[in-house]
């Protein structure tokens, strides 16, 4: 073994025996806070520097494989990220990233006695120093590696140093985190490659893709795609915009869309309170509102000579007594009975007899769905979702049945509501409920059993409202 590498042996196991013991038995919830907050910095530190080594270490496996001398494969790994992965039990993605952030951050003497460089001098003296972490050193290092050909290594070399500085942090000044060193590293690549937006914008058209992939056995359908940054930041800000909290305020909103504000029944903190939607699921549900404002655009495009519709199939037997599934066109997951009622509302449902052999007998009309006039009418009264807190415009709600169809409930406007998707999947299941008053929705909110909000009205920013 080299003196080299006896010493670095010697430490790493002399650190090993040192923190075995009081990282086995660390009780954080035993720290004071100062306390706590010095050792969450001072970990993070010494993780830093054990980070920097294993970076160095796997940045050499590539000088050990594929050369005259090729060490690795003589001890049967396949390739340096075998190597790594092996070793390290990092999954390849990962190891593969580890060597070319430590290939590029690595300078000294190779086996064979070749100098080596750093790319990257000052970002490999803070990554060595523990003063930036693996995720701040891969976001400057890709930065600066998809600019460095064209423009000027010292333009290159001095962004570098601004970089590293601006994230390590000074004593007037925190250290960045990862995610803010992304933002100022492509502010310093724009700055100093102000040509290089076009291009890359060409090679993002290019690349642009969205993909619906197919049903899985939970019952979801996985979504994949790159948007452009015009049409992601678009229907970011358009979900968004959905999200937000609004205050609301309750009275009967009349069909010529006049309103008279009141007190506010309950607060918007309580109407939070009891959404316990994660919010990857409010952008789901968002998402679903505007699909379904989508499929009713009067110029929508046609398939088949039709307006795009979801086709269901399901037997009388199991929409009469509410109990069974169904299977939706092209899907092989079953649905519930439950969510096929509620896609009736909107989409009402045709009864087609067939005999035993599946010749069709008999062709219903469209039954059990709103009109476009009865829809009109709901609108101007609710004005938007019902829901108290709920900021779903009407264009994007869909027509809810308060009395189901099959209970007797008829398909009219005083027994139809406005409800988000999100809203309308849940409302069997509380925690809210609905009933109808002389043609005007009440509804009952959670941990106030005697109160009722008839429909709403805003006193936040009006939002447009569409039939």
């Not at 502010?187 to 937006?197: K, N, S, Y």
């Not at 009967?252 to 009141?262: A, E, G, I, S």
Request: glycine residues 10%.
């Amino acid at each position: 073994m080299t003196t080299h590498g006896a010493a670095l042996q010697d430490a790493v196991a002399h650190a090993t025996e040192v923190l075995t013991a009081p990282v086995a038995g660390l009780v954080p919830g035993r720290l004071s806070t100062s306390e706590w907050m010095m050792m969450v910095r001072d970990v993070e530190r010494l993780g830093r520097l054990v980070d920097a080594a294993r970076v160095a270490l796997a940045g050499d496996a590539e000088q050990r494989t594929g050369g005259p001398v090729d060490a690795l494969a003589a001890l049967r790994f396949a390739s340096a990220v075998d190597a790594v992965a092996t070793l390290t039990g990092l999954a390849d993605r990962d190891a593969k990233r580890r060597i070319r952030l430590g290939a590029t951050l690595n300078a000294g003497l190779s086996l064979t006695g070749a100098e080596t460089r750093s790319v990257y001098p000052s970002v490999a003296r803070a990554v060595s120093a523990g003063n930036l972490g693996v995720d701040a050193a891969t976001i400057l290092t890709d930065a600066l590696e998809g600019v460095s050909p064209r423009i000027d290594p010292v333009v290159i070399a001095e962004a570098e140093e601004a970089l590293v500085h601006l994230a390590e942090g000074s004593p007037d000044h925190p250290p960045l985190r990862a995610d803010l060193v992304r933002g100022q590293a492509h502010l310093f690549v724009e700055a100093i490659d102000p040509d290089g937006v076009r291009p890359r914008e060409e090679v993002a058209r290019r690349k642009r893709r969205f993909t619906i992939g197919p049903d899985t056995h939970d019952g979801l359908i996985p979504v994949h795609g790159l948007l452009t940054l015009e049409i992601g930041a678009g229907l970011k800000r358009l979900i968004d915009a959905h999200v937000r909290k609004v205050t609301f305020t309750d009275g009967p909103r009349q069909l010529d869309d006049t309103t008279r504000p009141v007190e506010a029944a309950e607060s918007v903190e309580s109407v939070e309170s009891v959404d316990d939607r994660t919010p990857a699921q409010r952008r789901h549900d968002t998402l679903a509102d505007i699909v379904s404002a989508a499929s009713r655009v009067k110029d929508a495009p046609e398939l088949a000579g039709a307006a795009p519709a979801i086709i269901v199939t399901v037997t009388q037997t199991v929409l009469d007594s509410g109990r069974g599934v169904g299977s939706i066109d092209g899907v092989d997951t079953p649905i519930s009975v439950d969510a096929i009622e509620k896609m009736t509302d909107s989409r009402g449902i045709q009864t087609v007899t067939m005999n035993p052999d599946r010749r069709i007998l008999s062709l219903g009309s469209v039954q059990r769905c709103f009109t476009s006039s009865q829809r009109r009418a709901i609108t101007a009264r609710d004005g938007g979702c019902v829901i108290p807190g709920c900021t779903t415009p009407a264009g994007w709600c869909e027509v809810h049945h308060v009395i189901p169809w099959r209970a007797g409930g008829e398909t009219h406007t005083d027994n139809g509501v406005l409800l988000c998707w999100g809203h309308h999947q849940n409302i069997d299941r509380g925690p809210w409920r609905l009933t109808m008053s002389d043609g005007i929705p009440h509804v009952r909110g959670p941990g106030h059993p005697d109160r009722t909000h008839t429909t709403k009205t805003r006193t936040g920013p009006p939002l447009t409202r569409t039939g």
